[in-house]
C-alpha cells in the first residue's frame, strides 16, 4: 500500500509561483512513474504532468507546457510540480498519483494505481 501526500497548494495572485510537493510510503518509489493531475470544480479529472522512474521521461499537458515542471528525488520518495505563470483557469485541488504497471500514455487516471488527497490552489487576484 502506497501513501501519497500532497502539499504546498494555497492562494497566489495571477503571474505567480507555486511549488507542490508529493511524499510517498509504503512502497518502492524510485520503481514507480509518477503522475499530477487537478480537478477544478463541476468539471473532470484532467492530466497536468508525468515522469518516469527516473525522471527521465516527462510529459505534459498542452495547457501547462513551458509553465509547469515536474521532478522528482527519488532519496526523498517525492515528487514535485513547479508551476509560475499561473492563470485563474490553474485554480483546481492538485492530486498525485502513482503508476505501477508501465503504460505508453500518461493522461488516463485509470492507469494510476494510489491517489493523494489532494490540495487546493487558487490562482485570484
Known amino acids: 500500500q502506497v501513501q501519497l501526500v500532497e502539499s504546498g497548494g494555497g492562494l497566489v495572485q495571477p503571474g505567480g509561483s507555486l511549488r507542490l510537493s508529493c511524499a510517498a510510503s509504503?512502497?518502492?518509489?524510485?520503481?514507480?512513474?509518477m503522475g499530477w493531475f487537478r480537478q477544478a470544480p463541476g468539471k473532470e479529472r484532467e492530466f497536468v504532468a508525468g515522469?518516469?522512474?527516473?525522471?527521465?521521461?516527462?510529459d505534459y499537458a498542452d495547457s501547462v507546457k513551458g509553465r509547469f515542471t515536474i521532478s522528482r528525488d527519488n532519496a526523498k520518495n517525492t515528487v514535485y510540480l513547479q508551476m509560475s505563470a499561473l492563470q485563474p483557469a490553474d485554480t483546481a485541488v492538485y492530486s498525485c498519483?502513482?503508476?505501477?504497471?508501465?503504460?505508453?500514455?500518461?493522461?488516463?487516471?485509470?492507469?494510476?494505481?494510489?491517489w493523494g488527497q489532494g490540495t487546493q490552489v487558487t490562482v485570484s487576484s
Open positions: 498519483a502513482v503508476r505501477i504497471r508501465f503504460s505508453y500514455t500518461w493522461n488516463r487516471p485509470g492507469d494510476y494505481d494510489y
Open positions: 509504503g512502497g518502492t518509489f524510485s520503481s514507480f512513474a
Open positions: 515522469i518516469s522512474w527516473s525522471g527521465g521521461n516527462t
